[in-house]
């Protein structure tokens, strides 16, 4: 949660700091992935038993933790992906519906089940998935961007989205796209890492990460691997969050 965090050291004030009970890599995918899913449901979501949730890159490192949210708040839940490998792990987090994207249309899919649209999107994909979950929005639907990873290598940072017609399509449905960045809710960042924390230590949230074991030249060591892990991400090949491991030498001393 600081600038220049790609460094085997690095210093922030002590309020910027969550103690952990151990040096286990699970924990890293806390203070943002998990806190961005947390406190943007918490405060934009509306989630209350029955409410239908759609989750784009439901696998990934923040996805993860809105599937386990919105189930804990006894939602239905779909999730996106991109293999049956994934889609095997979100059923085990609890996933209603996954749908892995390479061998069924999503469109097609949330046309035929959720005629009556979906009322949440978790939406970090942007672009053509974007368009396609402002599409299946319900009447008072709610589309969360947290993020648009489809876009990132792109010379704008974005992938094109059919924005001349989303003021009439929301109107339609009196529905609603709200942006979520966390550095605007700092404020509710430490109760929220705390009550992660607690849930992770219950055993009542799963952390899942990945080091890189299924990358071409193998798990994700040391700062130079950062490069690789950055590529294997933008690749859509992670289950998880990415997890660059320090050198036994640097762990050692921490």
Same mark, same amino acid.
């Given at each position: 949660?600081?600038?220049?965090?790609?460094?085997?050291?690095?210093?922030?004030?002590?309020? +910027? +700091?969550?103690?952990?009970?151990?040096?286990?890599?699970?924990?890293?995918?806390?203070?943002?992935?998990?806190?961005? +899913?947390?406190?943007?449901?918490?405060?934009?979501?509306?989630?209350?038993?029955?409410?239908?949730?759609?989750?784009?890159?439901?696998?990934?490192?923040?996805?993860?933790?809105?599937?386990?949210?919105?189930?804990?708040?006894?939602?239905?839940?779909?999730?996106?992906?991109?293999?049956?490998?994934?889609?095997?792990?979100?059923?085990?987090?609890?996933?209603?519906?996954?749908?892995?994207?390479?061998?069924?249309?999503?469109?097609?899919?949330?046309?035929?089940?959720?005629?009556?649209?979906?009322?949440?999107?978790?939406?970090?994909?942007?672009?053509?998935?974007?368009?396609?979950?402002?599409?299946?929005?319900?009447?008072?639907?709610?589309?969360?961007?947290?993020?648009?990873?489809?876009?990132?290598?792109?010379?704008?940072? *974005?992938?094109?989205?059919?924005?001349?017609? *989303?003021? +009439?399509?929301?109107?339609?449905?009196?529905?609603?796209?709200?942006?979520?960045?966390?550095?605007?809710?700092?404020?509710?960042?430490?109760?929220?890492?705390?009550?992660? *924390?607690?849930?992770?230590?219950?055993?009542?949230?799963?952390?899942?990460?990945? *080091?890189?074991?299924?990358?071409?030249?193998?798990?994700?060591?040391?700062?130079?691997?950062?490069?690789?892990?950055?590529?294997?991400?933008?690749?859509?090949?992670?289950?998880?969050?990415?997890?660059?491991?320090?050198?036994?030498?640097?762990?050692?001393?921490?």
């Amino acid at each position: 949660m600081a600038p220049g965090s790609f460094a085997e050291y690095t210093v922030v004030p002590a309020g +910027a +700091a969550a103690p952990v009970a151990s040096l286990q890599p699970q924990y890293v995918t806390l203070p943002v992935s998990a806190t961005t +899913a947390y406190i943007s449901l918490n405060e934009l979501g509306g989630l209350s038993e029955g409410t239908k949730v759609l989750v784009t890159a439901a696998a990934g490192g923040t996805g993860q933790f809105a599937v386990q949210l919105a189930k804990k708040a006894k939602c239905h839940v779909i999730g996106t992906c991109s293999s049956d490998e994934k889609s095997a792990f979100l059923k085990s987090i609890g996933c209603d519906r996954p749908i892995n994207y390479t061998t069924e249309p999503v469109s097609t899919v949330l046309k035929q089940e959720y005629p009556a649209g979906v009322d949440v999107v978790y939406e970090s994909v942007g672009g053509a998935m974007f368009d396609l979950a402002v599409d299946a929005l319900a009447i008072k639907g709610r589309l969360i961007v947290i993020g648009f990873v489809s876009g990132y290598q792109t010379p704008t940072g *974005l992938s094109p989205v059919k924005a001349g017609t *989303l003021p +009439a399509k929301l109107l339609k449905k009196s529905a609603s796209v709200r942006g979520f960045f966390l550095n605007h809710s700092l404020s509710k960042y430490q109760a929220a890492m705390d009550h992660l *924390l607690k849930m992770y230590a219950g055993g009542d949230l799963v952390c899942e990460v990945d *080091l890189g074991d299924r990358s071409a030249e193998g798990r994700f060591i040391g700062l130079e691997s950062v490069f690789r892990a950055v590529d294997y991400m933008y690749m859509g090949k992670n289950t998880g969050k990415i997890v660059v491991e320090l050198s036994r030498s640097v762990s050692s001393k921490l």
